[in-house]
């Protein structure tokens, strides 16, 4: 029954790789560089991205998926941005999927204006484990960590701390006020994922947010290099 | 296929009841409660229990099931308040489960010494959607949501919430230092869940510690009277 059970979770993998790669080609074809963006439950991504998207970067046009098991807290507060922004729920198939997949992510292709995009980023639903197996497209994966949740994270969770190019640590501001040792959190990152690109921000006081927002800048230009 | 995919949860969830129905019994017969307790990566399930178990409740054994994807730091920490500890890992069958199931729970039934117990804890992987999904044959569910998180997550986490007959607010000692309306975070987990009892904690200053541990007293209390 576990070997059954195994071979479900691989088919479903396979479908869903075939997906990511139609999405890929999509993305391609459209000139667009597509961000995968992970964290647990508020780690601060989608304040990050306001703090972003409220300067944003000279050239770069971007746009957001934001993907919740419901509601549509988030977009909300991002379409006062002026970006394009498009809500996915992940509740009409079950109680609500921990994650977002290639064939949610395909629905949602038609709403956005990819010709009028550079950048998207695809703002995944609040998890440390589901959202690193499940490719949906993107050219790049990166992830928020705030300091509040404690330096073991990278150890408990460490594929979506590998799955990642980019760690970003959020609420810096909070480090005072946590029983967190800053360089043993980055020590146990870079244990798991050696090497691994680190950036601390602080969504609250905009510590690290135009770092973050010259990164969003070359992961644009990245792409639309290769697809020249 | 989108109805196939359906069709393979409620199967899981099917088999996933019959096998929580069965660890019930064992857990009625050996008259031992058992609380699952979930929340967030990071919200603090660990550093709470390791307050309490601190000074146990007078007269009540307890026993922690610690579930994780991968590793033992969590009931490391614990093993040494010298109550029996048994750490279950979710990864062998994939890349990593993000929830508890009963099957996993089972698997750890033979390494519980159920009958020096009378309340078990089950300490759920870090995740504000599966767990929710997954019985495990407990009697009780609470959670745990760090004001660190924001107020909004009782909105985008809905079932979690709403599973739970105790919620947790914890890392209140952090209120000051993030933009988060206490009296809000509560009216969001009052309207997801009306009446819901909730318990204002700060593992690091001991706030709420004491009436955690009546609370795991009158559960243990609840259980062995009804198996009399």
């Given amino acids: 029954m576990h070997r ?52 944003l970067p000279e050239g770069v046009r971007i746009g957001v998926l934001e993907g919740d098991v419901q509601g549509s807290y988030d977009s909300d507060r991002l379409a006062t941005l002026h970006v394009p922004v498009v809500q996915l729920n992940t509740d009409p198939g079950f109680g609500g999927e921990c994650h977002l997949d290639a064939n949610m992510v395909r ?54 701390f590998r799955a990642c190019e980019l760690v970003i640590v959020n609420k810096l501001d909070l480090l005072p006020h946590v029983d967190v040792d800053l360089e043993r959190l980055l020590y146990h990152i870079d244990a798991v994922n050696p090497g691994v690109r680190t950036l601390l921000a602080s969504a609250r006081t905009g510590e690290g947010v135009g770092e973050l927002r010259d990164w969003l800048h070359e992961l644009a230009a990245r792409k639309v290099t290769a697809g020249t």
């Fill in 4 to 55: 059954t059970k195994v071979r479900i979770v691989e088919d479903a993998l396979d479908a869903n790789n075939t997906i990511a790669r139609a999405n890929r080609d999509d993305f391609d074809r459209s000139e667009v560089t597509v961000l995968n963006l992970m964290s647990a439950p508020g780690a601060g991504k989608t304040s990050l991205l306001e703090r972003v998207l409220a300067e």
């Fill in 107 to 160: 629905s949602a292709l038609p709403a956005l204006p990819l010709a009028d995009i550079d950048l998207l980023v695809i703002e995944n639903v609040g998890n440390l484990v589901c959202p690193a197996e499940f490719r949906v497209g993107e050219h790049a994966r990166a992830m928020v960590c705030s300091v509040a949740e404690g330096e073991d994270k990278p150890l408990k969770y460490p594929l979506m």
